[in-house]
């Protein structure tokens, strides 16, 4: 009997212990759920707006409303927002 109390009290914050670690992983599993379901869904409107950008170039591009590659640079950089890689965009609030 004196055993049994002995162990009782290490038993009971063994069961602590296994509890704490398996509620942070619950709950890290959710988080992580969470992030994945933002990320798709801004996934998918990058996505959106991607097509949407392309088919306005392609109109641009169909249209021949311009005279030359500068001209239909401009366009590009004003009417779509586009930049060249590597360019660095400074945005004002």
């Known amino acids: ?11 009971a914050l063994l069961c602590i212990f296994a509890f704490f670690i398996i509620f942070t992983l619950v709950i890290g599993a959710i ?9 798709k869904e801004k996934k998918m409107t990058l996505e959106y707006e991607l097509s949407t950008t392309e088919k306005q170039l392609e109109n641009i591009k169909s249209n021949k409303s311009y005279k030359n590659d500068a001209e239909l640079e401009d366009l590009a950089r004003n009417q779509l927002g586009m930049v060249k890689e590597n360019e660095i965009i400074y945005l004002e609030k």
């Open 1 to 11: 009997m004196n055993l049994r109390k002995k162990f009782s009290g290490q038993y």
């Open 31 to 39: 988080v992580q759920l969470q992030n994945i379901r933002d990320y």
